[in-house]
């Protein structure tokens, strides 16, 4: 009852002209900047860090939340039109999302990405409400050999759901790994694959990975082909959401929270595992499996409304702990600090205005970002409606500019160019271009998780395994890779026993 009375009063300050003025802003920008490839939100709130100086910090926060929102959905938008994610957690959107496009269905991609977001965010955001003392607690107790756990299971549920073998997979893995390994080592500062340059030694940013495996890769794929075919403008279809769309996503909707917050709260990899695991899930449950990889619009509702609540999941350990679990997370802790603000258990006693302002801002962001996205759903798709090679010129264009702005510098544009024409040959190949990603973003994470349990039981590989968490994880992880092999005998053994009855 307690956060339920601070609530309303959040509700009293976020509600004022002027902080709804904010959310809106924030809202607005956070779209427009995530629909450019390279320019997420962390970028978005550190660009506009310098802007706020003369707000007061409840109205810069608020405008701080609606650009992560908001940044978020912009991001997906390029994902499921353009094949090409604004930011790492708007990857999946692009599996599901793209082929609905191309089949003409891309507004509806986008009204189920929209009201994903919407129901996560606002179920994240009652959780955040509720459970917030609960999962900060549960998160102190997580340690490396957890933390690795989760990472594994990310990385053997990705390889074992796409593409057309685990093999193929497992090569994708692979080569992000190897991406994944370039700069330097963080705990020796050795160099790795950097073939003695000084512009690897910071590694390769993951933005310019995702931008120029899906965006570069895809337009010169198409580029190929266009000498077979002339290039037709793809159609738009109805702009609207029909009832066998809204059945088989309502539950997507409503499960992809489940996943999402949790993951949000802990510090595994921000929205990313999340999102994978939902799609993974998504597949799983799904009547119409046959559809994934051609436009399962499931696949687009569940990752996108656990992207959103893992949004909510983030805010739990930033306020409550002071534990920035994601990019964006850090670049609000530090605008915290500009205010003299330390987050923490303190927060919620000292600065009660602000954070249940805050708080409360989430839920009319949510709905601001509803009414702004739904009715633009046709308008967005009708950028399909250009021809292909002026489509994907711009695509180049606008890769690059995202790619330069990562760091500012020339060697990114090459580095993009190449790590692009790899996306073009695993393309050419059948290997998924997913598990590649992902094993970029959470690879280093990963290694440096291992190398942290390894050393507190002094080598021992039972280091791994010495919790429950870690156990129940790995019990899921040999779950998912014994299954597929007994489940095939046993589907073909009740096949013949129903052939033999007929």
Do not use: C
Request: no cysteine; aromatic share 8%.
């Amino acid at each position: 009852m307690d956060s339920l009375n601070s609530l309303i009063d959040g509700f009293g300050t976020a509600l004022t002209p002027v902080n709804l003025l904010w959310a809106a802003v924030g809202v607005l920008l956070g779209t427009a900047i995530g629909v450019l490839p390279g320019i997420g939100p962390a970028m978005a709130v550190a660009l506009l860090l310098p802007v706020t100086y003369g707000l007061e910090p409840t109205g810069a926060f608020i405008m701080f939340a609606g650009i992560y929102y908001g940044a978020m959905f912009g991001g997906s938008t390029t994902s499921i039109l353009l094949n090409t994610p604004g930011e790492s957690a708007a990857v999946v959107a692009a599996i599901e999302g793209n082929p609905m496009a191309k089949a003409g269905r891309g507004a509806q991609a986008l009204a189920a990405a929209a009201i994903g977001h919407f129901s996560g965010g606002m179920i994240g955001t009652i959780l955040l409400v509720l459970l917030a003392p609960t999962v900060a607690s549960l998160a102190v107790d997580i340690g490396a050999p957890d933390y690795f756990a989760i990472m594994v299971l990310a990385f053997i549920a990705v390889t074992s759901v796409l593409g057309s073998s685990r093999i193929r997979g497992l090569a994708s893995l692979l080569i992000g790994l190897t991406i994944g390994l370039v700069g330097l080592d963080q705990m020796t500062g050795q160099q790795r694959l950097t073939f003695g340059s000084l512009q690897l030694a910071d590694g390769i940013d993951v933005v310019i990975v995702a931008v120029g495996l899906f965006a570069i890769g895809e337009a010169l794929w198409v580029a190929a082909h266009l000498r077979r075919s002339t290039g037709k403008p793809i159609p738009v279809g109805r702009p609207w959401l029909g009832k066998e769309d809204v059945g088989r996503t309502w539950k997507s909707w409503l499960r992809g929270p489940l996943i999402g917050f949790p993951f949000g709260a802990i510090p595994a990899g921000g929205a990313e595992i999340p999102t994978f695991l939902s799609y993974v899930t998504e597949k799983r449950l799904s009547k119409h499996r046959d559809q994934f990889g051609k436009g399962a619009i499931e696949g687009v509702a569940g990752p996108e409304s656990a992207a959103s609540a893992s949004a909510a999941g983030t805010l739990v350990s930033m306020l409550t702990l002071g534990l920035p679990t994601t990019a964006v997370a850090a670049v609000m802790l530090a605008a915290f600090q500009q205010y003299g603000i330390q987050p923490g258990p303190l927060l919620f006693e000292r600065e009660p205005e602000l954070v249940w302002g805050l708080i409360a801002s989430l839920f009319v962001g949510m709905v601001l970002l509803l009414a702004l996205n739904l009715p633009l759903a046709p308008l967005w798709a009708k950028l399909l409606r250009i021809p292909r090679p002026y489509l994907y010129a711009g695509i180049l264009f606008f890769a690059a500019v995202g790619a330069y702005a990562v760091g500012g510098e020339a060697v990114d544009l090459v580095i993009l160019l190449v790590i692009g024409l790899i996306g073009f040959g695993m393309r050419r190949y059948g290997l998924p271009v997913l598990p590649a990603v992902i094993a970029v973003i959470l690879g280093p994470a990963a290694e440096q998780q291992l190398r942290r349990a390894l050393q507190i039981s002094d080598g021992s590989a039972t280091g791994l395994v010495n919790t429950p968490f870690s156990v129940t994880v790995y019990a899921i992880v040999l779950l998912i890779l014994v299954w597929p092999l007994v489940s095939r005998p046993v589907t073909r053994l009740l096949v013949r026993r129903r052939e033999a009855r007929k």
